[in-house]
């Protein structure tokens, strides 16, 4: 067996610190914290001190930009997986970099709700949807397909995991700094790092053949993972039912890890009370947030390589279901452990979904147009961004969170169903 050249592993570090830099979207909820007051009076008033020229918003507003954001991100993974396809990763890469870092200049300088939605929302989805495309098929193409799973966890890993330093490092520079220090200041850093690490994205060289894992005890290969051999175009890929379903799978599992993603902080404060450790702290649930949702990319693509990805699929969202169902009653109980134990769960399944999802695709229409054929499933991910929208609504007018979570665990509960139903493409000739 020849060894994974190290150009490969290289390739897989990049893509993970590339993600990096494009996950400030899973610290939204300490700039959210900041811009909509616990005070319904102050909304619409001026800010003071740090932040004068800033206002207040309220909860649907606070979650406006957020949700432009990953639609956006969703719509320019389509051009940005075909571009992708086409030149190569590093031009992605670096569009994206340069894309997110004016977004968070342009929300900082412009202190508005117009400048959240155009900066962090238009300009920085744009950039997300650019990088993102560039690193997980980058990565893939170096790899067997028994290691596809593990493969793209790790890189999208990476965007998980970004909350981890993103949330503490926001944090300070907000108290510190201001809103606008904290978002030009990350605009900065992120340009820099995302378009040094872009230049290590480089592709297999012509006639790669990615080597077999290494044979079993009794010299036998393991089994490759069900799939297809059959690289589909994306016009095929389209005339197939499957490429649906996966979208509506994508849609079930991304909204429930969403809705706690933009609205953690809050849920910590409902919970822990307006005062004390965890008032003051909250943004160490949106930490342990990102540290369970990288560790689910890469632990459920380990076992997805062994348990098939949609039995993974079905086993991370039912647990996660249960725990939406529950969510209400464990804040009005102010149990602070129960609800860092159960949104951990809800991470866990969000994080694996990001995994699972373009390993189905390469599984499903092969690894050649996974760039483009990714993005268009990936579209499921930007529509599941009606649901913590919707959320702010709710919140705003009943005061409480219960209808988001019912609804939430309503729709993971028939993805996962709808995972029961779905198999592979078959095509009756070799798709070029």
């Known amino acids: 067996m020849t060894a994974v050249p190290a150009r490969a592993w290289a390739v897989t570090a990049g893509g993970t610190a590339v993600n990096l830099c494009l996950g400030i979207l899973y610290g939204w909820s300490v700039w959210k914290a900041a811009l909509v007051p616990s005070d319904k009076s102050k909304y619409g008033q001026p800010m003071e001190g740090l932040n004068a020229g800033w206002t207040y918003l309220d909860d649907a507003q606070g979650t406006w930009a957020y949700a432009i954001c990953g639609v956006v991100f969703a719509l320019f993974m389509i051009p940005g997986g075909r571009l992708q396809d086409r030149y190569g990763a590093k031009i992605g890469a670096t569009l994206g970099g340069l894309f997110l870092a004016a977004g968070c200049i342009i929300a900082g300088l412009m202190k508005s709700y117009e400048g959240l939605v155009i900066g962090f929302g238009v300009f920085g989805g744009i950039g997300m949807g650019l990088g993102y495309a560039a690193a997980t098929p980058a990565a893939v193409k170096w790899f067997h397909s028994s290691r596809r799973g593990l493969i793209v966890g790790l890189v999208v890993a990476g965007y998980g995991a970004a909350a981890v330093y993103i949330s503490p490092l926001a944090d ?28 290590l994205l480089n592709p297999p060289p012509a006639g790669y053949v990615a080597p077999a894992p ?5 010299g036998a290969l393991p089994p490759p ?6 690289d589909f175009s994306a016009n095929q890929m389209l005339r197939t039912w499957q490429f649906y379903a996966l979208v509506f799978l994508f849609i079930g599992s991304a909204q429930s890890g969403l809705l706690v993603i933009a609205n953690a902080k809050s849920l910590l404060t409902d919970a822990a009370g307006k005062t004390g450790f965890f008032a003051e702290n909250a943004w160490l649930l ?3 947030i990102g540290v369970v949702n990288a560790t689910g990319r890469i632990g459920t693509g380990r076992y997805s390589d062994r348990i098939g990805r949609l ?3 079905a086993l991370n969202g039912m647990v996660s279901a249960v725990c939406l169902f529950i969510a209400p009653w464990v804040i009005a109980e102010k149990n602070v452990l129960m609800l860092f134990a159960i949104i951990g769960v809800m991470a866990w399944q969000y994080g694996g979904s990001l995994a699972l999802m373009p ?12 760039g483009l054929n990714y993005g268009l499933v990936f579209a499921g991910w930007g529509v599941a961004f009606f649901v913590p929208q919707l959320a702010g609504y709710i919140k705003r007018e009943t005061g409480q969170w219960d209808g988001a979570f019912y609804l939430s665990a309503g729709l993971l509960v028939a993805a996962v169903l709808a ?8 095509s009756a000739a070799p798709i070029a």
């Open 172 to 199: 300070y520079l907000i108290r510190n700094h201001g809103l606008t220090g904290s978002f030009v200041g990350l605009g900065i850093l992120f340009a820099v790092v995302v378009v040094i690490a872009g230049q």
């Open 214 to 218: 290494a044979p079993g005890a009794n």
């Open 225 to 230: 993972v069900a799939g297809t051999r059959i």
């Open 286 to 288: 949106v930490t342990f």
């Open 311 to 313: 039995n993974a699929y």
């Open 359 to 370: 390993a189905m695709t390469a599984d499903y229409y092969g690894p050649k147009n996974l």
């Open 419 to 426: 995972s029961r139903i779905i198999r592979k493409p078959v």
